[in-house]
């Protein structure tokens, strides 16, 4: 079995299962594994919500398959930028692209532009502390609207929603929970394009906005005309049969006197953001063939995320994903290009929970380790090679033994905070800071 040496690039779950996958299926394998921020985890640590700990939790078997010392961790490294596909071609027979879809997809729509329309993914680049969003965000709204009928559009409304105080068990920077305290927000109002029962939410994240403490769910019983679910519907699954109950139990309660309202709107289609002196003042809706008007001060677009390209690998605009097939990378005449490949979301779009990563990785790895025997031999096959380069660019590059180190600080941030609880883990939000802790020495 020939010796095969693999960068990945993407130290999230996508980038993660494929290095661990690869490893244990692949014997000969040396698998370096680099991310443009220089803690690991991706989506995990900057994406998933922090008031889903159940999610978060998979950063503890994530930990586990870096720290088996298979795959080398090394952060603070920018494809492109830090290491060209060029220089890294010449240290590794393979590259494995799995650095995910982290922008906002398109609203086309007039007024999009204004104050206080903002993308969701950097809002929750801004909840979870992600070192390349402001520090502050201007929560200054009393009406919100959230487009979209997805698991982010959820997670966003819940955020905005929910008390401030329910949030310190988690791990949120102190700033974020300084910002959602100072929050004057009465009613936050969910836009999804399609029906009820098109909803693409998934049942445990839709049940528990029902159980967020003092804020009431507001259902229009114009939505839900007798019959509005049919079982029988081609494509119905448990999970919608299970949602449809959540929300037929929902539109039965009585109402109650709530400090913040959630309304779940169906069948409203976008049609523009209103402003006055550049700032959002309402938005406009198409309901089956009328329009309707809501004012509202900030509209956050949750409509589904985006990939982006990446220098010098073939990319499809159109899907924003790199074209491939099974995860070989190919060219626009759908050639294999040699030694390139990908994983994740950046493979197959912004769709499925984390689950779904792992199967995408066997697939992108079976095909890698079928091709091994044809890869190229590297000319400069050593890791000290690619580490000189860095520090030759001036590259502050983070390790596993600087990670594990930035990992206790804020664990210990965590133990010593004086508050009204106790708290796991303050997570750094500074760049700088966190290199501080986690550079290679
Ligand atoms: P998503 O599930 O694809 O939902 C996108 C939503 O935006 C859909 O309701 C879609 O409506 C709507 N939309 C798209 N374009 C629109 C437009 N132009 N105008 C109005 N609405 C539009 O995407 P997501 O919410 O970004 O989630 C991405 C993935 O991450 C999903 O698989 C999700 O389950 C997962 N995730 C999971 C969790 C969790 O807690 N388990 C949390 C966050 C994300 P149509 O259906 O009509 O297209």
Known sequence: MKSLRVAIFGAGPAGIYAGNILANSYENATIDLFDSLPAPYGLIRYGVAPDHPRIKGIVNSLHEMLDSGKIRFFGNVEFGRDLTLENVKRHYHAVIFATGAIKDAKLDIPGVELDGSYGAADFVSWYDGHPDVPRTWPLTAKEVAVLGNGNVALDV???????????????????????????????????????????????????????????????????????W??????????????????????????????????????????????????????????????????????????????????????????????????????DDEARPVAGLYATGWIKRGPVGLIGHTKSDAMETIENLVSDAEKLSDPIEPELEQVLFELQARGVQYTDWAGWLKLNEHELSLGATFSGPIERDRVKVVDRAEQIAHAAHL
Do not use: C
């Open 229 to 330: 679910f049919n079982e029988e519907a081609e494509g119905v699954t448990n999970q919608h049969r299970v949602m449809a109950r959540i929300l037929n139990s929902w539109l039965e309660r009585e109402p109650v006197n709530a400090k913040r309202r959630l309304h779940l709107h169906f069948w409203h289609q976008p049609k523009a953001i209103i402003g006055e002196n550049g700032k959002v003042t309402a938005m406009q809706f198409e309901r089956k063939g009328e329009l309707r008007e809501y004012p509202l001060q900030a509209v956050y677009r949750a409509i589904g995320y985006f990939g982006s390209e990446l220098p010098n690998v073939p990319f499809d605009e159109s899907k924003g994903v790199i074209r491939n097939e099974g995860g070989r990378v190919i």
């Open 157 to 227: 409304a819940r955020v905005l929603a929910k008390q401030a105080d329910d949030m310190l068990s988690t791990d949120i920077p102190d700033n974020v929970y300084q910002g959602l305290k100072a929050s004057p927000v009465t009613d936050v109002h969910v836009f999804g394009r399609r029906g009820p029962a098109d909803i693409k939410f998934t049942p445990i994240e839709l049940r528990e906005l029902g159980e967020v403490e003092d804020v009431e769910i507001v259902l229009d019983p114009e939505d839900f005309p007798d019959g």
